[in-house]
């Protein structure tokens, strides 16, 4: 918990309820012990979305589909995603998940490893102006070379879950070693994400931690 449990729950009190099919995909995936994105980064997307209105999205990390389902609710109405699953037992989930959402034509789910998908994607020229991270924590650093090529300047990217309940503060030696390289990667990435010329971005304490990054023109 990044910030205290009693202003975390108000802050969650004040949401309002989901749509009865978004609700339902995230008790099942709750009461399966799925990861999926908390109410509070919920909101920050939705904010996100409504200011930005982005032409299109892309998704790494997919799972049971519902960030995808979530986004697709709250995107401009002309706005397609593409969302990256590499792991087959969530990939069949999620197909049957987002076949079922009311706006599941306007959602693509790529099957592989994020990595090689990303930099096919990259080698077509793809480009996305609103770019969502929440895969392996541990791949963060290989993703992001194909991230920089796929954002357009003026272009986000959302990173979900970067402060790790709070422990990246701590020392590696204080984390289970277990955990180490996944602390170890983390802490590169959100330090890197800091201080490359190409991105101005913030940490936030939302969640479990998010990063916005926006891909600045530095040929000014």
């Known amino acids: 918990m990044i910030i205290s449990e009693r202003l975390s729950e108000y802050i969650k009190a004040l949401e309002c309820d989901l749509p009865e099919y978004l609700d339902e995909l995230e008790q099942r995936a709750l009461a399966d012990e799925v990861p999926i994105i908390r109410k509070e980064a919920q909101s920050l997307l939705r904010f996100l979305l409504c200011l930005l209105r ?3 999205i892309l998704e790494v990390g997919c799972a049971v589909g519902f960030s995808s389902a979530f986004m697709s609710e ?3 109405e002309n706005c397609t995603i ?3 699953e590499k ?3 969530r990939i069949k989930e999620a197909k049957k998940n987002l076949a079922a959402i009311p706006r599941a034509e306007q959602v693509t789910l790529l099957c592989g490893d994020a990595n ?5 994607l990259a080698d077509k020229g793809e480009s996305y102006p609103f770019i969502f991270m929440d895969a392996a924590k541990g791949q963060y650093m ?3 070379p194909h991230l920089m090529r796929l954002l357009p300047e003026g272009g986000i990217l959302i990173t979900d879950n970067v402060l ?3 422990t990246i503060v701590e020392s590696k030696y204080t984390i289970p070693r277990r955990e180490r390289t996944i602390h170890m990667r983390m802490r590169e990435y959100v330090y890197t994400l800091k201080h490359m010329e190409e991105l101005e971005t913030v940490v936030l304490p939302v969640g ?3 990063t916005l990054s926006v891909k600045k023109d530095i040929k000014k």
């Not at 090689?116 to 096919?120: G, Q, S």
């Open 54 to 56: 982005p032409e299109k």
């Open 74 to 76: 709250y995107m401009p």
């Open 164 to 166: 790790q309940e709070g």
């Open 87 to 89: 792991v087959e037992m």
């Open 142 to 144: 290989n993703f992001l």
């Open 116 to 120: 090689e998908v990303l930099k096919e």
């Open 82 to 84: 593409t969302t990256i």
């Open 208 to 210: 479990d931690g998010v």
